[in-house]
């Protein structure tokens, strides 16, 4: 149909042609209308308001027409932002959980049980994987995919350096460690 908003119309009225948008046609045919009323012509006074009718309804369908395309487009957008917060938020929660879960260990594959943590724990101060709540077991259809960023890298163990023996006061100095540049 067009936007008939913007759409420039000739309209063959009784005292010629109009031209222009609907709203421009209904104030011109609005105008005739005073016009013949003030020079007592009813008949064409009735015709002009008419027309100027006909062009109010084609401009108040089209606006109708236009508010419900605009309010589906609203509802679409609310449905993708909401869509997109809540991928947000579970990505949020996935990347603070694994730092708890794999502090020390590998990252085991999604969705899959953890049953070695859970059975035999390795350090006392670990928490207890049944504490932590997998998100992912429900999702497996989500249509996301895994991307490398998504994953947060294993921590590197730092290992403590043996304590060094003390040095004995022979009286000779100590060899100096060499200055770093």
């Known amino acids: ?107 085991q594959p999604q969705g899959q049980p953890q049953p070695e943590l859970e059975q035999k724990p390795k350090e006392p101060s670990k928490p207890v994987v049944s504490d932590v709540i997998d998100i992912n077991e429900g999702d497996a259809d989500s249509g996301l995919v895994e991307t490398p960023e998504e994953k947060p890298a294993p921590r590197k163990r730092t290992r403590k350096k043996p304590v060094a023996k003390p040095v004995e006061d022979t009286g000779e100095e100590a060899p100096q460690a060499p200055a770093a540049e």
């Open 1 to 107: 149909m067009g936007n008939i908003v913007n759409r420039v119309f000739d309209s063959s009225g009784p005292e010629g042609k109009v031209r222009g948008t609907p709203q421009q046609i209904i104030e011109k045919y609005n105008q005739l209308a005073r016009d013949a009323q003030l020079s007592n012509d009813r008949v064409a006074a009735e015709n002009f308001q008419q027309h100027a009718e006909h062009y109010t309804r084609l401009l108040s369908e089209a606006q109708r027409e236009q508010d419900a395309r605009r309010e589906q487009q609203e509802q679409q957008q609310q449905g993708r932002d909401r869509q997109r917060d809540n991928r947000d938020q579970r990505n949020d929660q996935q990347n603070q959980q694994p730092e708890v879960v794999n502090a020390d260990s590998q990252p």
